[in-house]
């Protein structure tokens, strides 16, 4: 399909010949009464400098008016395109490219914003002109009345022809600002389901340590085992925390203290895998799920895990229990959580960073 600016406005408005003999039929207008019209031609070629001089005379006396022209190089080419525009009246050809052109005289009219009331108002101000300008030179007759009822037919066309191109171009501008809308309505929903998912996101996330909360990893965990059963794999569970805690919040301070905490959320996100599942149980406490993973390594997870912590606070210490689970029985979260924890206590007891299993 062409381009709007590729098309006629009779192609855009889908006029055809056919619509154009059809409206001309509603007002009585056929070629034998149209052709009477050019009779007075001549006479209006003649006058035509001056029925455009008064015309412009009287439009330019009205405020609204003479602000829309703004100035005389658009008076001059406003007053170029009414000599044509009333000779074309009595020229005896009303085909498609008549049409054409009382349609641009439309679209030009709404483009420069004259409202319909003065267009309709300028209209009947010409038509005036016109009839005294013939009167004039031929005085009364029964020709010239029935003439000049042909006329203002024609004008009338003229003006159902502008009036379409108002209807059409309001009706683009609708169209226009639908499709901003709507284009406005989806990146609005785009930026809400973004917010949306980055607020549900870090809903899920601990604030401090940039791990899962509790109530994630429960859920992560969940999933998680549902899929080694289905897939008849290992999972494993690291179940840590900080000896001594608070004793380094009581030494230190707090501000000490979420500083480890936080540390140990960077060093898991360099230790682990992509799939494995860090988060802050609550307190100093931490768990790590590993899918599809055995106990060797986890434990080899776990040795990256102390060397990171160990080389930036030597003095501190973690103790972790591991446990594993699968592929012939299943823990569920609840117990892989309090297995883990029992295996973590058991390391508590022995001195320095310890790893039970």
Do not use: W
Not at 42 to 64: G, L, P, R
């Amino acid at each position: 399909m062409r381009k709007r600016t590729q098309q006629t406005l009779l192609e855009q408005m889908r006029i055809s010949d056919v619509e154009i003999n059809n409206r001309m039929e509603l007002l009585n207008l056929d070629k034998a009464s149209l052709s009477q019209l050019t009779r007075y031609k001549q006479i209006i070629e003649e006058n035509v400098d001056a029925i455009v001089d008064e015309f412009y005379s009287k439009q330019t006396e009205i405020d609204e008016i003479s602000l829309l022209i703004g100035d005389a190089d658009t008076l001059s080419r406003l007053s170029t395109a009414q000599r044509r525009y009333v000779i074309d009246l009595f020229a005896g050809h009303y085909d498609s490219e008549y049409v054409n052109n009382r349609l641009r005289i439309g679209m030009v009219h709404k483009r420069i914003g004259v409202e319909p009331k003065l267009y309709l108002s300028a209209v009947r101000s010409l038509e005036e002109i016109i009839v005294t300008t013939l009167r004039r030179a031929l005085g009364d007759s029964d020709q010239l009345s029935e003439t000049l009822v042909i006329l203002n037919k024609l004008i009338y066309f003229d003006i159902t022809l502008v009036f379409d191109t108002y209807i059409d171009s309001l009706v683009g501008e609708i169209e226009t600002a639908k499709k901003r809308t709507e284009l406005y309505a989806k990146s609005l929903e785009e930026k809400v389901a973004e917010r949306t998912r980055q607020l549900e996101e870090q809903a899920k996330m601990d604030s401090l340590t940039h791990t899962y909360n509790q109530r994630a990893m429960k859920e992560l965990l969940r999933r998680e085992l549902t899929m080694a059963k289905r897939r008849k794999t290992k999972l494993s569970l690291l179940y840590f925390d900080i000896d001594n805690f608070k004793e380094i919040n009581d030494t230190y301070g707090h501000i000490k203290g979420d500083e480890v905490l936080k540390a140990i959320g960077q060093i898991l996100t360099h230790c682990l895998r992509e799939t494995d599942i860090p988060c802050r149980y609550g307190g100093d406490e931490f768990c790590v799920v590993l899918p599809e993973c055995q106990i060797a390594d986890a434990n080899e997870i776990c040795e990256r895990l102390l060397e990171a912590f160990h080389a930036k606070y030597p003095d501190f210490h973690l103790s972790i229990g591991m446990v594993e689970t699968g592929p012939d029985e299943y823990f569920d979260e609840e117990q892989l959580i309090k297995k883990g924890d029992e295996k973590m206590y058991l390391a508590k007891k022995e001195s320095g960073s310890q790893v039970r299993y």
